[in-house]
């Protein structure tokens, strides 16, 4: 069974790789090393004792895609992770988006319709959400507006999907994540964000290592308990394992419908001080922070209903907020060699 996995060399996506080869999938690995470093093999090796097959190929190039499906033509399922993912960059250049995002979607998804049969499990996100009404959210929570064309990729491509999906052969499981945090306890893969981290968690391990000045925290004068936003933070170990449960699930022909929606969170909103203080508690590191005023486009809080991926995918976080902070720490330790 071999499963091609975009965008591999990630964040999300090597940890994904790990899981699969732990689970004796076959798998090989397509990055374009756009925002990953191709040293990130021999951090899966040293997990595994197995390199992924990899080939640097931009899936923006439509006959470079189909060549790929010639040579690999025994590939029955793709778990598609490739994709630009910076909400503010994709506000100044959208068409960087829609053709990185949207188009290398559809030039994977005319390859796998070729096939009698073929299994295609899609990164989203509950950015797609937006400020939802009510938490904790389930799937059954509307699609908002995109607050951003990053979102907005999102949502175009989950209808792609779906149109395609009733169109042909193809099963697919769209996987929805919450905030993605950590890294693989081993510390020989993680994030390896590129220039200032967007993210708060790889803020945070910067400004602790002394990369970073401080931490500015987005807003004290939230409606939440603290004044700062509610996130759910699932540990990057835990969502890989979910992708191995939902690719299990469409080799095993058990899912009901032709297209399958799943949140993937820990079920837990956690602020963004109860982070901070997360953190110092979890690696005995006083963060230096301070408050700053609002960023625009977040969202006040967003936590997941865990219910379907618990009952219907057999999936549930394990991992606490504390085992993602220590192990990005120790993660962001040996990346900057003072282990
Ligand atoms: C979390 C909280 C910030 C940085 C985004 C995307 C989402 C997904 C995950 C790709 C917010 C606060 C952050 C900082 C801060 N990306 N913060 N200071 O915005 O929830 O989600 O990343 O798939 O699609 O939208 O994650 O980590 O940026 O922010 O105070 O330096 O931390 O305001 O409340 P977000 P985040």
């Known amino acids: 069974m071999k499963i091609l996995v975009t ?8 940890h994904t790789v790990v899981e699969l080869q732990n689970e004796g999938f076959d798998v090989v690995v397509i990055d374009d090393l756009s925002n990953a470093e191709e040293r990130v093999v021999d951090g899966i090796a ?18 470079a895609v189909q060549q790929f499906f010639q040579k690999h033509d025994d590939v029955s399922g793709v778990i598609h992770f490739a994709a630009s993912k910076a909400v503010g960059e994709s506000v100044e250049n959208p068409l960087l988006y829609y053709e990185n995002n949207v188009a290398s979607l559809v030039y994977l998804l005319q ?29 059954n929570a509307p699609v908002q507006p995109a607050m951003s064309p990053y979102g907005n990729t999102k ?43 967007q993210n708060l968690v790889p803020f945070i391990t910067q400004t602790a290592i002394g990369l970073r000045e401080q931490l500015s925290v987005f807003g004290d004068d939230y409606n939440t308990p603290d004044g700062t936003c509610v996130r759910d933070y699932i540990h990057v170990v835990d969502l ?7 690719l299990k699930r469409l080799v095993d022909k058990a899912n009901a419908e032709k297209v399958e929606v799943f949140n993937l969170g820990t079920g837990k909103g956690s602020s963004v001080l109860e982070v901070v ?25 967003a936590y997941a209903d865990t219910t379907k991926a618990n009952n219907v995918l057999g999936w549930k976080s394990e991992l606490t907020l504390e085992d993602a902070l220590a192990s990005a720490w120790k993660w962001e330790q040996k990346v900057r060699g003072k282990e």
């Open 7 to 14: 965008g591999g060399l990630g964040f999300i996506g090597s």
């Open 46 to 63: 040293a997990i595994t004792g197995k390199k992924p097959h990899f080939e640097k190929i931009d899936l923006r190039e439509k006959a």
């Open 111 to 139: 390859e796998l319709q070729k096939k009698p049969e073929a299994n295609f499990i899609f990164s989203s996100s509950c950015t797609v959400y937006g400020q939802a009404e009510k938490m904790p959210i389930s799937e």
């Open 155 to 197: 949502q175009v491509g989950e209808e792609i999907i779906h149109d395609v999906a009733k169109a042909s052969a193809i099963n697919a499981i769209l996987l929805r994540y919450f905030n993605p945090v950590g890294a693989h306890e081993s510390a020989n893969i993680g994030e390896l964000p590129l220039g200032v981290p």
């Open 240 to 246: 890989a394992k979910a992708h191995v449960m939902a």
């Open 277 to 301: 203080h997360a953190f110092e508690k979890a690696t005995g590191q006083k963060l230096n922070y301070k408050i700053v005023p609002k960023r625009p486009g977040d969202v006040t809080e």
